[in-house]
């Protein structure tokens, strides 16, 4: 099995899945009224999470997730700690920490609330029938689509195709917008090398025309082994940058922390602070894939928690400490991490790599976003030259939108604000608490039957004349919901973060 190492991490959070072959797989979308899913062979439900099928061990699985925090998100924590300041970037970060391991938890949780459901394969639609006399009912049965990932599977029976159809234009958005990125990051590093045009839109052309044939091949399994790589040329661009700062300006900036230092200037500030961070994570859109790679699933909460501490103890040093140690060269540290690196023959070997890495890693973001545009058209029928024609156009449409916004960390914070804390702050407690209502009521619908009432109402009328209680211990009028509150909550939080970061940090970049 493939580990998350090896692959992008935004790669497989696609709802399509396929596990023979990539070119072929089932859309989201592409099962309708008029084209009915098929029934046989489906996918296996999910286990109770004693045993799983991966073979990564707890300790393999807690690395694996900080490595796939850990990446081009990772050239842009200074700059979010001179946005948010260096007091509130340690604290903020610490809250952005507990807020993706509280989003992990409600997916591997609503994973647990559907165990069983897809055994049936089914779920119940009530219509009014308008040839009834008396209002009746009728059951129209509606299958889950075959071939989705474990989050689309969720996705779906909390809210059916809707929901699906949500999660996938989520995902098409996630993965528009890491394009985007990649792109304006390639402009951004090839500049301040001997290489590039000197015309941004001239680079981009150029990325353009390597990336695309790329995510036109049948078999890119080859480019996983470049992206990989990254972690390592990262690695390299730190030790440098800090080596640099140290030899031009010493410890300097210690004496140079001024109050306005410490927190942030103002909320468009702590907007592009909040985008970079959320960004430096994104562990939520993989938790399923990461889940199903261990022997021992019910393990997941655990081994993010390890590895989230990690990520947040090694963010907050790394992005408080090279913004202090910039401060000589003024409170306010713009752009990524590679575009303070010095001149010479190492920083532009530096960057070259990450251009090639990125060059590498671009290709395993377009195919699956294409994948998912091509099923929204045309189901799943496979069309070579539409396929070659989708893919191409995401490829030009993303060069183009990175050259209007020639900002590396103002794009990647964008992003954060919008797409990544949609998927990892909106969705998780808003399926939770759907899912938790559906099988609230599934249960209550079994007792209903169990007790032979005439309906669900005849129930609940029984049950306050006699003044007793149903066997499950749930109360019918739903009161056990109120344990749902801090879910809600939750989401609301999220959904006035996603709105208010992503409109000021919009705003932000229209106006720079």
């Known amino acids: 099995m493939t580990t998350q190492t090896e692959l992008s991490p935004l790669l497989i959070v696609s709802s399509t899945t396929d596990e023979t072959n990539s070119e072929t797989t089932i859309s989201s979308s592409s099962c309708n009224n008029d084209t009915p899913c098929p029934t046989n062979n489906p996918p296996p439900p999910p286990t109770d999470g004693a045993a799983g099928d991966g073979m990564a061990t707890t300790r393999q699985t807690t690395i694996n997730i900080a490595k796939s925090c850990m990446g081009t998100g990772t050239l842009a924590l200074p700059f979010s700690a001179s946005q948010g300041g260096l007091v509130f970037n340690v604290f903020g970060l610490a809250i952005i920490s507990l807020w993706n391991l509280y989003g992990v938890d409600r997916l591997v949780k609503c994973r647990d609330l559907i165990v069983g459901w897809d055994n049936r394969r089914a779920r119940v639609r009530k219509r009014r029938r308008d040839d009834d006399e008396n209002g009746g009912e009728e059951e129209e049965l509606e299958f889950c689509p075959v071939g989705i990932s474990t989050y689309g599977r969720v996705a779906w029976f909390a809210f059916g195709r809707f929901g699906l159809e949500m999660f996938d234009l989520s995902m098409i958005s996630l993965f528009l917008g890491i394009i985007v990125a990649y792109q304006v990051a390639i402009v951004s590093f090839v500049k301040d090398t001997p290489f590039t045009t000197a015309y941004p839109l001239l680079d981009s052309l150029i990325a353009i025309l390597v990336i695309t044939p790329l995510s036109c091949l049948p078999n890119v399994g080859f480019l996983a082994r470049f992206s990989a790589s990254g972690l390592f040329v990262l690695l390299i661009s730190f030790i440098v940058i800090f080596r640099y700062v140290l030899t031009e300006h010493g410890l300097t900036g210690l004496g140079m922390i001024t109050w306005g230092d410490l927190f942030p200037a103002n909320i468009t500030a702590v907007s592009r602070w909040f985008g970079a961070a959320v960004f430096s994570y994104g562990i939520i859109p993989i938790t399923y894939n990461v889940q199903e790679s261990m022997a021992q699933p019910n393990q997941m909460f655990r081994a993010s928690r390890v590895a989230i501490q990690f990520v947040f103890l090694t963010y907050a040093l790394v992005s408080d400490v090279l913004a202090i140690l910039y401060l000589p060269e003024g409170h306010n540290f713009e752009g990524d991490v590679l575009a303070h690196l010095p001149s010479g023959w190492l920083p532009t070997l530096i960057r070259l790599t990450m251009i090639f890495v990125v060059l590498m890693t671009a290709p395993l973001l377009v195919i699956p976003c ?112 109120l344990k749902l509150i801090p879910d809600f909550l939750m989401f609301l939080i999220g959904i006035i973060a996603t709105i208010v970061t992503a409109s000021l940090t919009f705003e932000a970049i229209r106006s720079s």
């Open 370 to 481: 294409g994948e998912l545009i091509e099923g929204k058209i045309w189901g799943k029928e496979s069309h070579f030259w539409g396929r070659i024609a989708v893919r191409t156009s995401v490829c030009v449409i993303s060069g183009a939108v990175g050259v209007l916004v020639p900002n590396f960390v103002n794009v990647l914070s964008f992003i954060g604000c919008f797409t990544v804390s949609l998927a990892s702050f909106v969705f998780p407690p808003l399926f939770y608490i759907k899912l938790s209502d559906e099988r609230r009521q599934r249960k209550n619908e079994e007792l209903w039957k169990l007790r032979d009432c005439e309906s669900l109402n005849d129930c609940v009328r029984d049950d306050v004349k006699y003044n007793v209680s149903n066997s499950s211990g749930d109360s019918w009028t739903g009161e056990t919901r």
